[in-house]
Each structure stands twice: as C-alpha cells, then as structure tokens.
C-alpha cells in the first residue's frame, strides 16, 4: 500500500502565498516523477507542474514564474511554493506520484485524497 498525504491548502488573499506539502510513505522502492494537479469546479483536472527523479522541472503555462516545485527524495516529499496568488488558482490541488514498488516490475500512479486552496480577490 502507498499514502500520499497533503498539507498546506487553506484561504489567502489574491497576491498572498501558499506552501503545499505532500509526503509518500508505505511499499516504496523508487519514486519515479512527482507533480501537483488541480481542478476548480466545473473544469477538468490540470496539470500544475511536475518534477522527475532528475530534478527536472515542467509548469502549466499560467503559472510559471509564480509556482515553484521542489523535492526531497530522502523524505519522499513533494513540494509547491505558491507566490503571487490569482483567484484563477482557487481548486482543489492533488499531489501526483508515479511508484515503483519493487525493484522489478511496473510502477504505478497514485494521488493524494486533495486539498483546497481558495483565493479571494
């Protein structure tokens, strides 16, 4: 079994920031890339921006420059710096793993249970 457990969502005024956090644990033997989705109502869920075991960077376009993804691999954590908030961000944020549970065999998605960051204007 994989948790994925995410914290730091909340409400903030529009230009404000957000750290959210999201932590692995369980059967894990190689954590491949890691990212935050999100979905606000009404739309589909979106990539936000995701990180490879590398260290390489992608971001949705509306928020480079603003978000910053980071990693801990001795931790299994996953980070998302939010800087210069929009009420266009306020969704419900999921933090994305791809895990490899063995050292042979495939690896497989998993998703945090979300969180909520709400932006007021």
């Known amino acids: 079994q994989v948790q994925l457990v995410e914290s730091g969502g909340g409400l903030v005024q529009g230009g404000g920031s957000l750290r959210l956090s999201c932590a692995a644990s369980?059967?894990?033997?190689?954590?491949?890339?890691m990212g935050w989705y999100r979905q606000a109502p009404g739309k589909q869920r979106e990539l936000v921006a995701i990180?490879?075991?590398?260290?390489?960077?992608n971001y949705e376009d509306s928020v480079k420059g603003r978000f910053t993804i980071s990693r801990d691999n001795a931790k299994n954590m996953v980070y998302l710096q939010m800087n210069s908030l929009k009420p266009e961000d306020t969704a419900v944020y999921y933090c994305?793993?791809?895990?490899?549970?063995?050292?042979?065999?495939?690896?497989?998605?998993?998703w945090g249970q979300g969180t909520q960051v709400t932006v007021s204007s």
């Open positions: 994305y793993t791809n895990i490899r549970r063995a050292g042979v065999g495939p690896s497989y998605n998993y």
């Open positions: 369980g059967s894990i033997f190689s954590i491949n890339a």
């Open positions: 990180i490879t075991s590398g260290g390489n960077t």
